[in-house]
């Protein structure tokens, strides 16, 4: 039986994936999410891990590249990639919300206006404000989103907040929530019909184990 | 070479629009292998070519019921809007009822082509692919369903393929537990979207949104697992309830049997679970898929009232090869290798006459022969026959012909007489 190829996130969603493929069976060995390897074989011989960056995921599973994926749904709908996406794993949960430094919290936001917003989500951010029915200019950026209001590049953010610390410490405050996240069980069109028994088993092995 | 090619580097070089590809060399063989494959295969079972034109009137295409964000416009002189095909089968469908609706039918029509479709708005598809296919017009019978889908099967066997299955679902099983319950198209469109991608969280929202039976929401679930080999029929006949899907099961179920009569059964996958498919499927949809490739190589249907839509009631079913997706995976797991030259034929300008008709004779033997054109030594002919791959150089000279083995990355003229293999006419 040929591997299944899984891309896991680096990052804060890490720890919770390999839990969570270790409570299907899957054993990483010596690997640990401190280890610089790209590349894992599962030492129980049914899958691959490939470590990637959140943002390349949806990617290496449209192309196929990886089987499967698990990845935040934020990422997911910034990236509008082709992937069947079966489930919920609701771990990593957290907001996309927009804020605004502190002094402008009570500013409305107006019409007539073209806001500057900086955000590492361009496509997530341009859909919520055309559907207010608001003209904004979007400016992705690609870390510390924070900076953008404190230094004028822009009026406002829209980030991901988890705890919130953040966005307190640089003195900004959420005004509007624009969509929450949670992690998610991504497939490859064509592995899902090429693997159908062997994906669907693990759907639903993964669906016991995600609590509810 | 007595004339030095002139460069230009100052000049920027000509960029090709964004979505446009060149396909050279290899991958153009290889395509246009493929093609000659796939014709040979529509003509065996008694196809016959359509050609229509790349563009057509934009009402046509939107009448054809394809999606108007996927086409290319553009007008003519008169200001009449143009696009593009974004597809072949609406064109095949308008020619059938208009200049081909007195032939008696069965009609059995196939067509290659390119087809162009606007890309997302982060560019990343091509916007022109090639597409090949087959359409059975004016039977709507099981057997016309599983005539095509065992071409498609053929097909992709006599290309070569190994690891390549067929699934097939029927667009009447989804449409049957929606349409009792009344919904609005958005809601359907909704619905819709969550089983394509199974999302089993998103669907239970949007289902308890929109206060539907328990029964429709178990038919709806029960759908996602339907799919595999024979016993899925059966499975889906205990979950299904409305007569719709009853029917589109027992079609199905026809369709399968006769391609249980072509022995294909083990190349075909029953999926109930895919609601994917062009706007104008009425009833089988089928996809074929290789572990090679990460999207569907094929895709077809029955299409019983799309060439109603330019005025000839008429039923029919087709299906579409990607060329592309197929080129690839023959490639991938090389099951074509290019041709090469098998021959160069040297001369000097005295003997050229009779180079030429050793040639041809190559040539009528079934060898690709090269005549070398421009003056070079011997050793730089060895390189050029190297460099390109060239089996063995034809050395006509006035002391009689010999032929030279071109060893594989040996660009060394020195052991020319070793390699020699003495083969004088």
Redesign the interface.
């Known amino acids: 039986m040929n591997r299944l190829t899984v891309a896991l996130p680096k990052g804060r969603l890490l720890r919770s994936a390999m839990e969570l493929f270790q409570t299907v069976g899957a054993d990483f060995g010596s690997f640990t999410e401190r280890s610089r390897k790209l590349i894992v074989d599962d030492t129980t011989g049914q899958y691959r891990f490939m470590m990637a960056k959140p943002f390349d995921i949806p990617t290496y599973v ?4 990886a089987d499967l994926g698990i990845v935040g749904s934020d990422v997911l709908m910034e990236e ?1 990639r082709d ?6 794993l609701r771990f990593g949960e957290c907001r996309l919300v927009l804020a605004v430094p502190s002094f402008r919290a009570s500013e409305e936001l107006a019409r007539h206006k073209i806001h500057r917003i900086a955000t590492k989500y361009p496509r997530i951010t341009s859909r919520y404000f055309e559907a207010l029915g608001l003209q904004v200019e979007t400016i992705k950026l690609y870390g510390s989103v924070e900076l953008a209001p404190l230094s004028g590049l822009a009026e406002m953010i829209v980030d991901l907040v988890e705890t919130g610390r953040t966005m307190k410490d640089n003195g900004l405050v959420p005004i509007a929530e624009v969509a929450s996240s949670s992690a998610r069980f991504i ?4 592995s ?3 693997y ?2 062997r994906i ?1 088993t693990l759907i639903e092995r993964l ?1 016991e184990a995600v609590p509810c | 070479m007595s004339t030095q090619e002139k460069r230009y580097p100052e000049r920027a070089a000509p960029q090709l629009p964004s979505g446009a590809q060149d396909i050279l060399l290899h991958d153009a063989q290889i395509k246009s292998e493929v093609l000659e494959h796939l014709r040979s295969v529509f003509r065996s079972w008694g196809y016959i070519e359509a050609v229509t034109p790349t563009f057509e009137r934009y009402q046509t295409l939107l009448d054809g019921g394809l999606d108007p964000a996927s086409m290319l416009t553009f007008s003519d002189c008169d200001g009449d809007l143009l696009a593009l095909r974004p597809d072949l089968t609406a064109p095949i469908a308008r020619v059938v009822a208009t200049r081909l609706r007195d032939l008696p039918r069965p009609m059995r029509l196939y067509y290659q082509g390119h087809i162009f479709r606007r890309p ?1 708005d ?1 560019r990343r598809q091509s916007v022109e692919s090639a597409q090949a296919g087959i359409e059975l017009i004016g039977a709507e019978q099981a057997a016309a369903d599983a005539e095509i889908a065992a071409i498609a099967v053929e097909s992709l066997a006599r290309l070569g393929l190994k ?1 390549f ?1 067929l ?1 097939l679902g029927h667009i009447g099983v989804f449409q049957g537990i929606l349409a009792e319950a009344n919904l609005p198209g958005s809601a359907v469109s909704e619905i819709k979207q969550w089983i394509d ?6 669907l239970t929202r949007c289902l308890r949104d929109l206060s539907l039976t328990p029964g429709v929401r178990k038919q709806l679930f029960g759908l ?2 339907l ?2 080999r024979r016993e899925v029929l059966d499975q889906a006949r205990r979950l299904m309830m409305s007569k719709i899907s009853l029917a589109a099961l027992d079609n199905l179920e026809s369709i399968y049997e006769i391609l249980s009569d072509y022995q294909l059964t083990d190349r075909i ?1 029953l ?1 109930l679970a895919e609601v994917r498919g062009l706007g104008y499927y009425t009833g089988l949809m089928f ?1 074929g ?3 090679s ?4 190589i094929l895709s077809g249907g029955r299409y019983d009232t799309l060439i109603g839509r330019f005025g000839l009631d008429c039923p029919a079913v087709g299906c579409a090869f990607d060329i592309g997706q197929i080129r690839s995976v023959i490639q991938t797991n090389r099951l074509m290798v290019p041709q090469q030259i098998d021959v160069l034929v040297r001369c000097p300008a005295t003997h050229r006459s009779e180079a030429l008709s050793t040639a041809t004779e190559l040539r009528q033997q079934g060898l690709r022969a090269e005549l070398a054109v421009t003056p070079r030594t011997m050793e730089e002919t060895l390189a050029y026959a190297t460099s390109r791959g060239i089996q063995a150089i034809l050395d006509i000279t006035a002391d009689g012909d010999r032929m030279i083995s071109v060893a594989r990355g040996a660009p060394a003229p020195e052991p020319i007489r070793d390699i020699h293999k003495g083969e004088t006419r």
Request: net charge negative.
């Open positions: 449209e192309y196929g590249t509008a992937v069947i996406e079966p489930l919920d497939v490859n069109r064509a899902h019909k090429l159908f028994d669907n669906t | 997302g982060d690891d299955q699934n991608r199974k999302d089993r969280n998103g996602l697992k799919s595999g996958i999926d996809e898929f290789s572990r490739a990460p999207v569907r």
